[in-house]
């Protein structure tokens, strides 16, 4: 069963009085339960733009995503809210109407306080994102991806922003969060210890993943 898949998918930038930009062009893909999928590819290939129209984030100029409701997304740049506590900005994808509708508040907050105690933040629970290191935000950001349950997590460039030993520390811990687990993995990367912890790795070139 696939969880997440593409047909032909592409997408055109059209910026005005520019000529208009295919970054994707005719992308076909499926992710099966369990997978760790690396997305590599020189800068500006369109692999953020490719793995935020997956999430749902950008809209394909034509071709078909199916992807599921759930899906845990881990950006480059951390992304936390400023003036949120740690735990707030973990429980934060919890909180929508649609969220709510099938997850009770205190069984959200025992699974913001258990994943906040793996990735060995408990302790600066009611911290500000300000006050943490860039490793420790992305392990926040690593602890909110996962709230929710997803049935999918998909990450642009998670070591990005990192050194080579915190980089090594989120990989372990993305790697040990969905160790036997079958919830797919799509990480969008430069690095090769990235790619190595991954069952497949996909080159987008030239508006196509090979
Ligand atoms: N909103 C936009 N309007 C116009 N062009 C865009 C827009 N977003 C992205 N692009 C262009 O699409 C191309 C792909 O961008 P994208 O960010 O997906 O690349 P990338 O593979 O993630 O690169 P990097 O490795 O540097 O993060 C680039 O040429 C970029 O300039
Ligand atoms: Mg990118």
């Given at each position: 069963m696939v969880v997440l898949g593409t047909i032909d998918l592409t997408k055109t930038f059209k910026v005005s009085g520019q000529r208009p930009i295919k970054v994707l062009k005719g992308v076909n893909f499926s992710v099966y339960p369990g997978e760790k999928i690396a997305i590599v590819g020189r800068s500006g290939a369109g692999k953020s733009t490719l793995l935020n129209i997956l999430g749902g984030l950008e809209r394909q100029s034509s071709g078909t995503v199916t992807r599921p409701k759930n899906i845990g997304f881990v950006f480059q740049q951390y992304?936390?809210?400023?003036?949120?506590t740690v735990f707030e900005n973990v429980l934060l994808p919890t909180m929508s109407r649609k969220m709510r509708a099938f997850l009770a508040p205190s069984q959200s907050e025992r699974r913001a306080k258990s994943l906040l105690e793996r990735v060995g933040l408990a302790e600066r629970m009611?911290?500000?994102?300000?006050?943490?290191?860039g490793g420790e935000q992305q392990r926040v950001a690593l602890a909110r991806a996962l709230v929710t349950d997803p049935e999918i997590v998909l990450a642009d460039e998670?070591?990005?922003?990192?050194?080579a030993m915190t980089g090594a520390e989120i990989l372990r811990m993305l790697s040990e969060l969905s160790a036997g687990s079958s919830v797919p993995l799509v990480m969008v990367t430069h690095s090769p210890e990235a790619a190595a912890i991954c069952d497949r790795v996909l080159t987008l070139e030239d508006g196509i993943l090979k």
């Open positions: 992304h936390l809210m400023p003036e949120l009611h911290h500000l994102p300000s006050e943490l290191s998670p070591t990005g922003n990192l050194d």
